[in-house]
């Protein structure tokens, strides 16, 4: 159940975000200046800009320790996942991935 919930929260973690990227992307291509210009427009996108930011290093820091004490392998795809898409994807479907890694050690000692 809990890998379904996961699953669930990788596609929410592409499609909400994208359906507000995309329509950006069609309008403007792909912008760098006004992406940025517009995610530090005011202070509450300046906010939720740095939080992501912040997140997303510790993302980062959490992938590296926990999937290397783990063992996982391909540690890089939460990393690009996080880049491409956000933490909405990297994260669920890294925890994902650990939750299986997790069964599997399970099983080892049954």
């Known amino acids: 159940m809990l890998q379904i919930t996961y699953l669930t929260l ?5 499609i909400l975000p994208y359906s507000q990227f995309v329509p950006f992307l069609v309008e403007h291509g792909l912008n760098i200046q006004l992406f940025v210009e ?3 427009a005011n202070r509450v996108s300046s906010f939720f ?3 992501l930011i912040i997140s ?26 996080n880049l491409l898409v956000g933490v909405s994807l ?3 479907l890294f925890l994902l991935m650990r939750q299986r890694k ?3 050690s399970d099983r080892t000692y049954i």
Do not use: H
Request: aromatic content about 16%; some cysteine; overall charge negative.
């Open 56 to 81: 997303s290093l510790v993302f980062w820091v959490f992938v590296s320790w926990e999937g290397s004490r783990l063992e996982m392998k391909n540690l890089w795809v939460y990393v690009v996942s």
């Open 102 to 104: 997790l069964g599997e």
């Open 90 to 92: 990297g994260l669920p």
């Open 10 to 14: 990788c596609i929410l973690g592409i």
């Open 38 to 40: 517009q995610l530090f």
């Open 49 to 51: 800009g740095m939080d």
